[in-house]
Structures are given as C-alpha cells and as structure tokens.
C-alpha cells in the first residue's frame, strides 16, 4: 500500500472525525449533499472516508453508510441540474461575461457535454470541482435529465463505493 495513499486517508480522517462523532450519519447525509450540490467547502470526500473508518470500527452500519451517501450525493446532483437548468444558460448569458464565460465557450460546453456528457457525469465524481459543478453544466446545457440521472446515479454508486466501503474494507483489513 503507497504510504501517501495511507497518509492522505489519515489526514481526511482527522479532519471529519469529530464532526461525525457529535452529528453521526446527518453529518454525512448533510455535507455530501451539499458538496454534490455545489458547496465547493464541503469536504464530501472527508466524511465518506472518515464515515467508512468508523464503520470499521464499528460506530456505524457500512451499509446505512453507502446507502445515505450515495442518495445525498444523487439527490444534491439532482438539484444542482435543476438550478442549472432554470438558471443556468439565461444567468451564464446575461452575467458569465464576468467571469471569462462568452457564448462561444458556452456552445463549447454545450457541444462537449452532448458528445461526451455521460463519462463526464460518471466519472466527474472523481474529478473536484467537476463533482461540484457537474449538475449545473449538465443543466445549463440541457443535457437530457434521465440521461444525467442514470449516469450520475452510477457515479454516485462509484465514488461513494472506492471511497467508503474502500476505506471500510482497508481499515478491516489493517486492524
């Protein structure tokens, strides 16, 4: 086992355990939905892996862990793509000129995401701060709903899994 894979694991442990051990599994619930929503400061990451450590050790089920992460960062995935498909294209139009966002680079990103949106969604889980970003793209370019669902729903599954029950095993498997 690389010894910086152990040593980033240890540092993301010491930066949510406390937080789960006073709020327990609405810290989880709580902070990855917020992270799959948008919330660039929410450590999603830090909770899940902290969150499957403690279940190694027993303070939570693991399965009660996978299941509310992977829902809380479908549901925030949902609700950033329903921002983005309300707001997003007529705000990024009207105000992205501001932040370096001309038309042109939107019909880009339009045209990415159309070509490419399903591995973007699958794997921008993996990918900050696309994970954060990644429902308001998929709306503001219109990117099919059931389409983005599947595909984010898969990623959700994905990431929750390498990151909780990944950690819930190598934690069962070191002790």
């Known amino acids: ?14 930066l949510a355990g406390p937080v789960l051990h006073r709020y327990g599994l609405a810290a989880v619930v709580t902070v990855v939905f917020a992270e799959n929503l948008g919330v660039l400061v929410a450590p999603g990451e830090a909770v899940i892996v902290t969150a499957g450590y403690l279940s190694a050790r027993g303070l939570f089920p693991i399965s009660l862990v996978l299941i509310l992460a992977i829902l809380a960062a ?10 983005g498909f309300r707001y997003g294209y007529t705000g ?6 501001f932040l370096g966002i001309t038309p042109v680079r939107l019909e880009k990103t339009h045209r990415f ?21 990644q429902g308001y793209l998929a709306g503001t370019v219109a990117m099919g709903f059931r ?13 929750v899994g390498f ?3 990944g950690t819930w095993w190598l934690a069962g498997s070191i002790a």
């Open 1 to 14: 086992m690389p010894s910086w894979l152990l040593q980033t694991l240890e540092s993301l442990i010491h």
């Open 74 to 83: 479908t549901l925030g995935g949902f609700a950033a793509y329903g921002l």
């Open 113 to 133: 995401l159309q070509a490419y949106g399903p591995p973007v969604v699958l794997f921008g889980r993996f990918i900050v701060p696309l994970r954060q970003l």
């Open 92 to 97: 990024l139009s009207r105000w992205g000129k």
């Open 163 to 165: 990151w909780g029950f």
């Open 147 to 159: 389409s983005f669902a599947f595909w984010s729903f898969l990623g959700a599954v994905a990431w």
